[in-house]
C-alpha cells in the first residue's frame, strides 16, 4: 500500500499543476492582459450617479458634466508650461508642485492634475490638448443640486483618497465617490459601474484599436435612481425657520418611520462642495469649530432630553405598578428630597394626578414616580436595570440603526452606572432622581426623541427610521419593514396621550401655542446647559426643547424640535414645532405671528458667548459703535421733523 500511495500522490500533484498551466497560458487571457499592459492604454467611461427625489417625486440631486485634466508624468515631454499655465490659469510653481505630486503616486499610471473643469475651462483646453504630450482629459459627471438646501441630508462627492484606493481595487487616482449623508450610504447603488476600454498601442505609443477586438471592454452601467423619504418643502421650510439659531429638527411618519425632514442648522448650500472651488469651501466649513455647519446636530447632538422624557418617567411607573392614572402626589411648588436639597416646580401645586402631571409638568410627581420605580426592588442596581431595559425597547441609547452613515447612540444609564459612581456608598432612587426629569446622565439625539414620539403615536410599536423610500429597481432593506414593539402594555399609553392633548388647553405648559383645526399632542422641555467658555465652566442659557405628534387620532407626523439656548421650550422649539405641523398636515400656515418671529427671530447674541473672549469684545465694540451710529441718525431725522413742522406752523400762520 505504501509503494502505490507515493507515486500516486506524485502523479496527481503533477497532473493538477500541468491542468493549472494549461489553463493560464491557453484558456485564460486575463493574466496574458496584465503582462502586455505596457502596450495597452486602459480607458474608463464614468456614468451618471443615480438621481435624487423627495418622496412626491421632485428632482433634488441631478448631474452635469466634469472634466478632469489627467496626467502621466512619464509621457510628459517637452511641452510650452507657460501657455499651459496660462490656459489653465495656474502658476508654474503650481505646475510643478503638481506633476510631483503625480510622479510621487506613479510616474506610469494617470492621475488627477486639474480636476472639474467647466465647459468653458475645457473647451479652450481641447483645443490645444494636442501641444500637450502626457496630458488627456477625463469626462466625469458631477452633481447638479436642484436645491439650495437638505446638504446634510445628500452629503457631498469628493475624490478618492489614497487609502480608498488601496482598500477598494475599484476606485482609482482621481475617482469621485460620497462622503456623508445618502452619498455614502448608498454610495454603491448611486454610482453605477465603469465601463473599461483596452487600446492596444504600438511601440512609438500609438493608439492602433482595441485589443482583442474588445474581449474585455465592459459598458458602463448608470446609477440607479433613489426616492428619498423626506418632504422637500417642509425640510426647506424647516430650514428657513432654523436661520439665525443653532439645533436640529426631525420629523417622522409614525405609521412607516419614514424621516420627514431632517434639519441641522446651521447648514450650507450644498453647491458650494461642487466644481474647483470645493476644497477651498469645504475648509472653510471644517474649521468653523463654533457654529460646526457639518455637524448634523439632528444625529450626532446628545442632548439632555428635559421634560419630554417625563413621558417616559411615566410609562414606566404604570408598567411596573408603581402608580395608576389616579395617583396622586402632593406638590408643594417642588420635590424635598434630601436635607437642604429641594427640586423646585412650575405647576398650580397640591394633589396632583398623571393627567396634570403631564400638561404643568410636575416635577414633584414624576419625581415620586421614579423613585417608587428604582426603590421597587431591594436591589436598587437592579431597579435601575429594570428601567433601563423598558428605555431600551424605545431604541434609546444604543445607535438606531437608521441608514445614514453618522450616528451618535446617546446614553441610558444602568446599575453598573451608579455601582461603580457610589461605591462604598449606600444610594437609592433618591441619589440619582434627576433621571426623573431627564437630566442627570440621560442623552438623547434629536432624532431620538422623534423616533419615542412616534412610538408614543403609535400606541408602543416604531419602525426604524429611515431616509430612503424606493430604489429604482429595488424594494428597501426589510429591517426598515419590521415592527419594534416595546415593553409597555398599550393600555398605558392612553392616559398619557390624552395629558399631551392637554397640554396645548388652558393651564397647560403650550396653552396658546396650538393650530386651527389640528388636535396635536405635544410636551415642552427646558434643558440646563453648560459649556467651556475661556477655561471656565459657564452656565448658559437653557436649550428650548418641544416634541410633539399629530393628529391625537391616526398621527401623520411625529417631531421633535431642539433649539440651543432658547430659554424655555415654549419660546423657541414650541412655535417651531407648531409651523411644521402645519405646513406638513395643511400644507398652509394659520399662525402667522409665530411664522414672523420664528422667521426673523435670532439667539446669535447667545451663541456669541461662546466665542474667545477677543471676538466677543470685537463683536460687542462693533454693536456699540452701530448702535450709537443709530441713535445719531435717530437724533438728526427728529431734528429735521422738527424743523419741518416749525415751517409747516409757520407757512399756516402766513
Known sequence: MRKVLLPALVIITASLLLIRLFYLQVIDDSFKLQSENNAIKINYTYPERGYLYDRNGKLLVANQPSYDIMVVPRHVKNIDTVQFCKLLNITKEEFIKKIEKARVYSPMLPSVFLSQLNKLEYAAFQEKLRRFEGFYIQKRSLRDYQVNYAANVFGFITQANEAVVNKNPYYKGGDLLGKQGVEEEYEEILRGQKGVKYILRDKFNREIGSY??????????????????????????????????????????????????????????????????????????????IAKPLYDRGLLAEYPPGSPFKILTGLIALQEGVITDSTSFYCRHGFSYARGRFMKCHCSG???????????????????????????????SYGVDVWA????????????????????????????TYDKAYAGWKWDGKTILSNAIGQGEVLMTPI????????????GYYYTPHIVKKIEGNIIDKRFRTKHTTSIDRKYFDPIVEGMNAVYGRGGTAGGLGAVGIEICGKTGTAENFAKVNGRRVKLQDHSIFVAFAPKDNPKIAIAVFVENGYWGARWAGPITTLMIEKYLNKKITRVDFEKRMLNGSLKSQYDKLLPKKQQDS?????????????KLDSITKQKNAKKGALKDSTKAN
Open 448 to 459: 431620538q426623541l422623534a423616533n419615542f414620539m412616534a412610538t408614543i403615536a403609535n400606541r
Open 350 to 380: 397640591g394633589a396632583v394626578q398623571l393627567h396634570r402631571a403631564i400638561y404643568q409638568s410636575c416635577n414633584t410627581y414624576f419625581s415620586n414616580s421614579y423613585i417608587k420605580t428604582v426603590n421597587k426592588y431591594k436591589d436598587r
Open 389 to 416: 431595559k423598558h428605555l431600551k425597547s424605545f431604541g434609546l441609547g444604543d445607535f438606531m440603526g437608521y441608514d445614514l452613515p453618522t450616528g451618535r447612540k446617546g446614553n441610558i444609564p444602568t446599575g453598573k
Open 619 to 631: 463683536i460687542f465694540k462693533r454693536r456699540d459703535s452701530l448702535a450709537l451710529v443709530k441713535r
Open 212 to 289: 482583442k477586438e474588445g474581449k474585455f471592454d465592459t459598458i458602463a452601467k448608470q446609477g440607479k435612481d433613489i426616492t428619498l423619504t423626506i418632504d422637500a418643502e417642509l425640510q426647506k421650510y424647516g430650514e428657513e425657520l432654523m436661520i439665525n439659531k443653532r439645533g436640529g429638527i426631525v420629523a417622522i411618519e409614525p405609521r412607516t418611520g419614514e424621516i420627514l425632514a431632517l434639519v441641522t442648522a446651521p447648514s450650507y448650500d450644498p453647491s458650494s462642495l461642487v466644481g474647483r472651488q470645493r476644497s477651498k469651501n469645504y475648509s472653510k466649513l471644517y474649521r468653523d469649530s
